[in-house]
């Protein structure tokens, strides 16, 4: 058993022969990071670093997760060990470290090593080409493309390969693919080592796709692969058949990307994707023939989770479908709200977890051509637009709602919202109260609207305008009636956050000298009036304020007004502490 007390070092235990060979390997590929040309790890080795002392370890995850962690787990006096931990709970630390920190923990132990080496390797990142200047990614020809010079080439190559090779392929999880970001043509210096690249012209090379070509012969090496992101990638037929190699049950994220110039796509010669989960993100007024070659390649029986972007080649693919979708259980799409919404949503019954994106300006609604409770009868929650939630309430499993807006109904329109059954079921909502010309809007009245629609809710929270002066005057108001008048919150209501987060508001809001108060105020006012709200959130521009219920309370509190800078952008301890207050609510 290998001991030490803090703050001496863990006594450093001989790893096996082939890691050292394996260290130097990634010693001699690691000068390009994410930001630089090929592939990418990240900071490179301490030069001597052999180990790292236990304390700095729980000074790096306090610094990173900013948790109060006990004094004994880092005092000098501890006689704890960091080798005599499980690996369980190893892993469950190393995942926080910042991967400038994992090359030298992967030197300290055999059980580091163990741990740390398939955290070393987790992620791929590969720049294969070029766009010079003058071009647009997506658009642009071979002869608009550069690549390395053949010495840097020949490297690059060796690096991948090293990748691909049987030890540390099985290792990588994510993998991304994209053009190299920088615009124009001539030396660049990498931010790890200033080595200079010197580029070559589609002209002076063979094949400005080596580097690409090369990586799709290499895909079916890495065969653990969870995520694959292509990002404005050039096509042809074999790299489109290699997809077909990928581990089952991969992530597909398809960012842009085309068929290359004159590359003819033989569509009957590509099969079902084995993929569980598939993305895509492109131009909206993308006709690229590379469209056309995911959804009729999507696996039924496979695809648990869809994410498109609006284009009509999708739709279009989608309506035509003789199958459906019975797998899909989360989708999120970007629709035309009055063009065969519906139809769409139809091939995918078994949807639970939905989110309608809206697409351009909505004239006319277009009612669903069936209702949707038969549609989509195991519907959970939906995210989208406000328009469209007459039609949803009518599904009787729908418990959550976000919505893009609020506008309270007129007293005519109030027993039709009442009269869907589903409304009773709603217990958690988030939307924004929509501001309206009338001069007697009242953001009170129109929470207060809301809360007795839904009136089994268990926890709300709202977002209100806090853009101009007129906003700020009624969101002072709607602050004062909280405080002085009893609001009418659902009986089930256990959690409510307000929020006015506007982090460009220069303009100090009228809320008094003493905010703090004034939110004490208002929580002692609601909590003494609906006994059972456990948890209150006010997330202001100028405010961070968190009370929780409890024999544990948890109190945060900051008027952040005094240390806004003059164009009111707030310190980045500040963003944490709002971040903090997120997940202490959320976790209530």
Not at 31 to 52: D, H, K, M, N, Q
Not at 336 to 350: E, I, M
Not at 363 to 386: I, M, N, Q, R
Request: glycine content about 4%.
């Amino acid at each position: 058993m290998i001991t030490s007390t803090f703050p001496q070092r863990p006594r450093v235990a001989r790893v096996p022969a082939d890691h050292d060979t394996e260290t130097s390997q990634l010693e001699s590929t690691w000068p390009i990071r994410t930001s630089s040309f090929g592939f990418s790890l990240s900071s490179p080795l301490s030069e001597g670093a052999v180990g790292l002392p236990a304390c700095q370890l729980f000074s790096t995850i306090h610094r990173l997760t900013h948790l109060e962690l006990p004094t004994t787990m880092v005092s000098p006096a501890s006689s704890l060990c960091i080798l005599e931990l499980p690996e369980e709970t190893l892993a469950e630390i190393f995942a926080f470290l910042p991967r400038s920190v994992l090359p030298p923990v992967n030197l300290t132990a055999k059980s580091f090593h163990r741990i740390a080496r398939p955290l070393l390797f987790r992620d791929l990142q590969i720049h294969p080409y070029v766009c010079i200047a003058g071009y647009s990614v997506l658009d642009c020809p071979p002869s608009g493309l550069a690549i390395p010079s053949e010495i840097h080439i020949t490297y690059l190559l060796e690096r991948l390969q090293y990748w691909a090779s049987p030890d540390i392929a099985p290792l990588v999880r994510t993998c991304s693919v994209s053009p190299w970001s920088n615009a124009g043509i001539g030396p660049m210096v990498s931010r790890d080592d200033s080595r200079l690249w010197d580029f070559h012209m589609y002209s002076n090379v063979p094949d400005p796709y080596i580097l690409l070509n090369t990586f799709f012969d290499a895909l079916p090496s890495f065969t653990s692969l969870r995520t694959l992101t292509l990002k404005k990638v050039h096509f042809r037929q074999t790299a489109l058949k290699q997809l077909e190699l990928l581990p089952s049950g991969t992530t597909l994220c398809v960012d842009g990307g085309h068929v290359i110039l004159g590359e003819e796509i033989d569509e009957t010669e590509l099969n079902p994707l084995p993929i569980s989960q598939f993305e895509d993100i492109h131009h909206r007024g993308a006709r690229d023939v590379c469209l056309r070659q995911w959804i009729p390649r999507l696996d039924p029986d496979i695809l648990i989770h869809l994410d498109l972007t609006y284009n009509p080649i999708f739709i279009e693919q989608i309506l035509v479908l003789t199958n459906t979708f019975p797998r899909v259980t989360t989708l999120a799409i970007e629709l035309l709200l009055h063009h065969q919404w519906s139809a769409v949503l139809a091939k995918f019954p078994a949807t639970e977890t939905l989110s309608i994106r809206r697409f351009g300006e909505c004239e006319e609604l277009t009612a669903p051509h069936v209702s949707l409770d038969k549609l989509l009868p195991l519907l959970k929650k939906f995210t989208g637009p406000s328009e469209l939630l007459e039609y949803f309430l009518v599904i009787p499993a729908l418990r959550r709602l976000s919505l893009d807006s609020w506008v309270p109904p007129t007293p005519d329109e109030i027993p039709i919202y009442l009269s869907r059954h589903g409304m009773q079921n709603i217990v958690s909502m988030r939307t924004k109260l929509l501001r309206t010309h009338e001069e007697q809007f009242s953001y009170f009245v129109a929470f207060s609207t809301l809360c007795s629609m839904f009136s089994n809710l268990t926890e709300l929270h709202i977002d209100i305008a806090d853009e101009t002066d007129s906003d700020s005057d009624k969101l002072d108001e709607f602050l004062l009636e909280l405080e002085l008048r009893q609001a009418p919150l659902p009986g089930s209501l256990r959690k409510l956050a307000v929020d006015w987060l506007n982090p460009f508001r220069i303009q100090m809001p009228a809320l008094g000298t003493d905010v703090l108060d004034r939110m004490k105020n208002i929580q002692d006012t609601l909590v003494s009036d609906n006994p059972q709200l456990g948890c209150l959130w006010m997330n202001g521009s100028w405010i961070v304020y968190l009370w929780r219920r409890g024999s544990d309370l948890v109190q945060h509190c900051v008027d952040v007004r005094p240390i806004k800078n003059s164009y009111g952008f707030e310190p980045e301890d500040t963003k944490i502490r709002r971040e903090e207050c997120s997940q202490l609510w959320n976790d209530f």
